[in-house]
């Protein structure tokens, strides 16, 4: 009988911390556009120029890249702005990773412990569905508890990568099901067929780029991509701009490796596109990447739950750059003397 008290107890509390929970991620997601903004701002100072870069059939975007990148002026200028906009940065990275982030997980985790409807329980149904909601209350209230420890602290180490790193908040189209599920739980992407502007995995600065390539619902994942050594497509040589739109493996294959990630210019749908690059043999395949990290699901222009909870699947290279980035904090803004 004890047993059965503490269960409704611990059923009620969970209940009450779910609504909490739903309260707070909404109310937090409220204030989406005014960060965005801030996110949008940095993104202009980065790159002032790229609204005379949008044509890849004209040579000047390539010469006055070149001019103005081996005469020092670029490099210069990303080095200054980079350290001009850390409080930018900062501030994106505390909303977006940390209290948007949290809120969410926190809903998404509560709500598998009380409505489960990850694996077989999606399959479930009355009696039978009940009998296992009972059975596996006790490992799901464990699990939430031992998954949040990890996704409580992740939020804030990537932040400190966001410092060092010229990072954004993007959106990517997919569609609802195991292709989000892969995004959100896994952090697995696929390397699509439609390489327009290069091998790799597609992100839009607005909703209406990632809802051009997503399903019949919007579904979109907000993401926070690492925009590391970005280069704008039309600025490229002729060799590798005569492919845009024909063939993007070609253009991964003859982008310089310095250069992990593409910017392009679509004039048929008046928008920027950005492209982390992946080797051509990794087309049509599910691959990892630090660089990009999702934060939400959305659907219909309202977030929306990931089933089952999101999960960490760190990597060796996500570790390196985690440690590269805090060592690099701590020197940076340790006091000296």
């Known amino acids: 009988m004890e047993l059965v008290s503490l269960f409704l107890v611990i059923t009620f509390y969970l209940s009450i911390f779910l609504l ?8 937090i997601y409220i204030f989406n556009p005014i960060f965005f903004l801030l996110n949008r701002v940095q993104w202009i ?17 390539y010469k006055t ?6 005469t020092g002026v670029i490099p210069a200028y990303w080095i200054f702005i980079h350290i001009v906009t850390t409080p930018l940065r900062f501030i994106n990275a505390v909303y977006f990773n940390i209290l948007l982030s949290w809120s969410v997980n926190i809903y998404d985790s509560l709500a598998e412990v009380l409505n489960p409807k990850l694996g077989k329980m999606r399959h479930r149904k009355g009696w039978n569905y009940l009998f296992f909601w009972i059975i596996g209350f006790p490992i799901r209230l464990f699990t939430m ?7 409580f602290i992740e939020p804030i180490i990537m932040t400190g990568v966001d410092i060092i790193f010229p990072t954004y908040t993007m959106y990517h189209g997919t569609s609802f099901g195991d292709a989000h599920s892969d995004i959100a739980q896994k952090g697995r992407w696929l390397v699509g067929s439609g390489n327009f502007a290069g091998t790799g995995i597609y992100f839009g600065m ?4 990632a809802q051009h390539y997503s399903d019949s619902q919007n579904t979109i994942i907000l993401v926070r991509v690492t925009l590391m050594f970005n280069r704008n497509l039309a600025t490229t040589s002729s060799e590798i701009r005569r492919y845009i739109g ?5 253009i991964s294959r003859q982008l310089p490796s310095f250069w992990s990630s593409i910017e ?3 004039d048929d749908m008046k928008w920027f596109e950005y492209c982390i690059i992946q080797a051509p043999e990794k087309k049509h395949s599910m691959v990892t990447t630090w660089r990009a990290r999702p934060i939400a699901v959305i659907q219909k222009d309202k ?4 089933w089952g909870g999101k999960s960490i699947y760190p990597s060796f290279s996500s570790i390196s750059v985690i440690i590269f980035s805090w060592i690099m904090l701590f020197i940076l803004f340790t006091p000296q003397g």
């Open 65 to 70: 890249f070149n001019l103005l990148f081996y």
């Open 264 to 266: 392009h210019w679509r």
């Open 20 to 27: 909490l929970s739903y309260i707070l991620k909404e109310t």
């Open 246 to 250: 024909s063939n993007g493996d070609q």
């Open 303 to 306: 977030l929306a739950r990931i």
């Open 206 to 209: 607005s909703k209406t780029v």
């Open 45 to 61: 100072l980065y790159n002032p120029l790229r609204v005379f870069f949008k044509n890849p059939n004209s040579n000047f975007s």
């Open 145 to 151: 508890v031992i998954t949040n420890i990890f996704l």
